[in-house]
């Protein structure tokens, strides 16, 4: 389908909030978590996809937003950073198997994630939270302190649900309380759990295989953890 960019946000440094309208203003709807790849059919087949997160709260509705980082080595985000308001992008229906579900409702949720690996993180946390589970974690990793995206969002939802914790840490400066890599501190909180919880990670490779390692050590297993992996 073709979308109209309505919107473009400077979210960071290095990061954009692309906003996508559909055409006719009818509704896109996906399930917590999904993504969307963006098509560019003037370069070869084997360029020409990349897949994003969906990182709008709302499931359902006229638009999406997609909240891309810039990898000046790469193909596909300096094509999309030169992208103007009102220009069109031609995209999939949303797709993907990591969402959050219903059954998870009786579970701490531990949403762990570094930089735009928070995309799917903005549906799923609102699910969680609409569904009204007793805890809900965000372990949320950056460098510097102007890197956290959706900061002021986290920080509302903190101020409205007393269940939501926002956990951000950084790894180059001491803006926050919690210094240094999200291990030492997903870690802490799911000891602090104790039981059963659901674990969804999400980002770069080296985070999620570390992540996955550490969780395998502490005892979790496939039924509990679930993983979105951007390369
Ligand atoms: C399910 C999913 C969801 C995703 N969601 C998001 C999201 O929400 N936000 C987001 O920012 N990203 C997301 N990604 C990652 C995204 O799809 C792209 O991988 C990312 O934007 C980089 O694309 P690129 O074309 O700019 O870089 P690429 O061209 O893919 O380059 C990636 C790396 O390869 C190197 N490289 C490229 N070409 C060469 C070459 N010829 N020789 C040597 N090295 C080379 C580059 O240096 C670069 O470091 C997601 C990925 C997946 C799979």
Redesign the pocket.
Same mark, same amino acid.
């Given at each position: 389908m073709f979308v109209e960019i309505t919107d473009i946000i400077d979210e960071s440094p290095r990061v954009k909030r692309f906003i996508l309208s559909t055409l006719d203003g009818s509704n896109i709807e996906f399930l917590p978590g999904q /993504?969307v790849t963006i098509y560019n059919r003037n370069w070869p087949e084997f360029s020409n996809t990349? !897949?994003? !997160?969906i &990182?709008s709260s709302d499931t359902c509705s006229n638009s999406i937003e997609?909240?891309? &980082?810039l $990898?000046e $080595? *790469?193909? /596909? +985000?300096?094509w999309l950073f030169q992208l103007n308001k009102g220009e069109q992008l031609e995209i999939s229906e949303p797709q *993907?198997q990591f969402v959050y579900k219903q059954e998870y409702a009786p579970f701490s949720s531990v949403f762990i994630c570094t930089g +735009?690996g928070v &995309?799917p993180f903005l549906s799923m946390i609102q699910s969680a939270l609409n569904i009204g589970q007793s805890s809900v974690y965000l372990v949320f990793g950056n460098r510097k302190f102007d890197d956290i995206l959706y900061r002021e969002h986290f920080e509302s939802l903190s101020a409205e649900y007393p269940n939501f914790h926002f956990v951000p840490v950084l790894s180059q400066e001491n803006a926050y309380v919690n210094n240094g890599y999200v291990h030492a501190y997903y870690a802490s909180i799911l000891r602090d759990i104790g039981g059963d919880a659901r674990i969804f990670v999400c980002g770069w490779k080296n985070m999620c295989s570390e992540t996955r390692d550490k969780l395998k050590q502490m005892g979790y297993n496939r039924k509990q953890y679930f993983f979105?992996?951007? $390369?």
């Open positions: /993504f990349r !897949s994003y !997160s &990182a997609l909240c891309i &980082a $990898n $080595n *790469g193909l /596909f +985000t300096p *993907g +735009t &995309a979105e992996q951007y $390369n």
